[in-house]
């Protein structure tokens, strides 16, 4: 039986890039027994200087501040996190669930947005109209905080549309509403975020063959709405697809980027840096 090659690590000249979603704290690592120094050591090696930890439910996500307090500057890698209740997770939101969030947020120094939240209909973890329901009710969260916010959105387009539509019409998103995490919308459905002041986000997905879609989007997206994610330890990018996905691996979504673009994978990670401290308002 052959041996199972080693991950590869990039060795490039790119420096200063944000990982933008990143679930450090995920139980894959603890699993393989993966410290998060390692996680950010190797970060830190392929040219990652920040990371933004997001919260599933409220559990994770006081393990997101946690993290992202107990183990920022390591190996010279600024953290941050996010807080909220994923669609799969919707139906354990309640009022002692929002007080928590809320409390969570009062940390702005190292909360930056509320998330990921949105809409999955793809497993429906939970049922529809709770996730509609629970999102909504973020959204006004994310609105009255002052925050931006996360999206997490499977197989829900046109509902997730139209409930942002109608907060967008209603005044009630911020001039920088958030980001659209690993977007699989069509270019089409993804203007209309754009035209609602969202960001982009791409992930290993974009390295993969026939991948039509992101591909369109990727080259349609503004130059100043990109973010890049590895939504680690999910979504390995090429050449590494298969195996864990951590932090180190996100200059190959930025070489892809630039692939696509026709642009120098320097500029790319210089652009999508600066747009996710923009996202973030760091």
């Not at 630039?258 to 320097?266: D, G, N, T």
Request: net charge negative; glycine share 8%; aromatic share 8%.
């Amino acid at each position: 039986m052959s041996k199972k090659k080693a991950k590869v690590y990039y060795e490039g000249p790119l420096k200063g890039i944000f990982d933008t979603h990143a679930h450090l704290y995920d139980r894959r690592y603890i699993e393989k027994g993966v410290k998060i120094e390692e996680l950010l050591s190797n970060a830190s090696g392929s040219g990652v200087d920040k990371i933004l930890i997001p919260g599933d439910n409220i559990e994770k996500s006081k393990v997101a501040l946690d993290t992202a307090v107990r183990y920022n500057g390591t190996s010279g890698v600024s953290i941050w996190a996010a807080v909220g209740v994923h669609p799969h997770e919707a139906s354990g939101y309640d009022k002692e669930a929002e007080q928590a969030l809320m409390d969570l947020l009062n940390d702005r120094d190292r909360v930056r947005a509320i998330g990921e939240i949105g809409l999955d209909y793809y497993y429906d973890f939970s049922p529809r109209d709770v996730q509609r329901s629970v999102f909504e009710r973020q959204l006004e969260l994310a609105y009255e905080a002052d925050i931006p916010f996360i999206l997490h959105e499977r197989d829900a387009t046109g509902d997730c549309l139209e409930i942002l539509k109608r907060a967008f019409k209603e005044g009630k998103l911020r001039k920088n509403p958030g980001v659209c995490h690993c977007c699989s919308m069509s270019v089409e459905a993804a203007t209309e975020l754009l035209k609602m002041g969202f960001f982009i986000g791409f992930d290993g997905p974009l390295t993969y063959n026939n991948n039509r879609k992101g591909v369109e989007l990727c080259k349609a997206c503004p130059s100043d709405r990109i973010v890049v994610e590895t939504d680690s330890p999910y979504l390995t990018p090429e050449p590494n697809r298969g195996r864990t996905n951590e932090p180190a691996f996100v200059p190959f979504v930025v070489e892809r980027i630039a692939e696509i673009r026709e642009e120098a994978p320097q500029v790319i990670a210089k652009v999508t840096t600066e747009n996710g401290l923009a996202l973030y308002e760091l």
